[in-house]
Antibody, heavy 123, light 106 residues
Framework: EVQLVESGGGLVQPGGSLRLSCAAS????????MTWVRQAPGKGLEWVSV???????YYADSVKGRFTISRDNSKNTLDLQMNSLRAEDTAVYYC?????????????????WGQGTMVTVSS | DIQMTQSPSTLSASVGDRVTITCRAS??????LAWYQQKPGKAPKLLIY???SLESGVPSRFSGSGSGTEFTLIISSLQPDDFATYYC????????FGQGTKVEIK
């Protein structure tokens, strides 16, 4: 079964750090674009970061310089290292797949989503 | 940055109604638009990609249209399972979501 399962969320103080992980099954993380999307309580969806098949990474302005996306090909996982956390980073964080075909890869829609992991930044 | 604006923000409808949700982009995004359905406490679910292509397994009562800056999601006959929040998403330049449209029971 193709699925994504996030872990690592929790309560952290402002200025602190947290590392989220997303375990994939049924497909290979490194063969696709993989993204993080977040949703603050009662709010809409916000794209956070992407790692391309070739390894290039991009970030929303709101997290640039504080968050780092990476993948572990041996474990087939996607990670998000979050530093200098702020109250406004409080959200459910989802990992999602932007699928590549066997011959091409370009930004597209997110067809597989994890169940989400809650991050709360509060003192 | 490309901004996405959905209307209405909330929509009250009855089972069997035809429902239309509009999404406008701040600049042309060609057909690089997706629609998602999200229920409370759940992850979003992809419904439509490339403005009008139905994702596998999604009921045919869902359809999408538009190009450039104006897009529409239509639910031809609203079913009890369709009461949810719907988001549009552009992927012409990175990714941006609309603010969402909540479809409520009338």
């Amino acid at each position: 079964e193709v699925q994504l399962v996030e872990s690592g969320g929790g309560l952290v103080q402002p200025g602190g750090s947290l590392r989220l992980s997303c375990a994939a099954s049924g497909f290979t993380v490194s063969s696709n674009y993989m993204t993080w999307v977040r949703q603050a309580p009662g709010k809409g969806l916000e794209w956070v970061s992407v790692i391309y098949r070739g390894g290039n990474t991009y970030y929303a302005d709101s997290v640039k310089g504080r968050f780092t996306i990476s993948r572990d090909n041996s474990k087939n996982t996607l990670d998000l290292q979050m530093n200098s956390l702020r109250a406004e980073d409080t959200a459910v964080y989802y990992c999602a797949r932007d699928p590549c075909s066997s011959t091409s890869c370009y930004p597209g829609a997110f067809d597989i989503w994890g169940q989400g992991t809650m991050v709360t930044v509060s003192s | 940055d490309i901004q996405m604006t959905q209307s209405p923000s909330t929509l009250s409808a009855s089972v069997g109604d035809r429902v239309t949700i509009t999404c406008r982009a701040s600049q042309s995004i060609s057909s690089w638009l997706a629609w998602y359905q999200q229920k409370p406490g759940k992850a979003p679910k992809l419904l439509i990609y490339k403005a009008s292509s139905l994702e596998s397994g999604v009921p045919s009562r869902f359809s999408g249209s538009g190009s450039g800056t104006e897009f529409t999601l239509i639910i031809s006959s609203l079913q009890p399972d369709d009461f949810a929040t719907y988001y549009c998403q552009q992927y012409n330049s990175y990714w941006t979501f609309g603010q969402g449209t909540k479809v409520e029971i009338k």
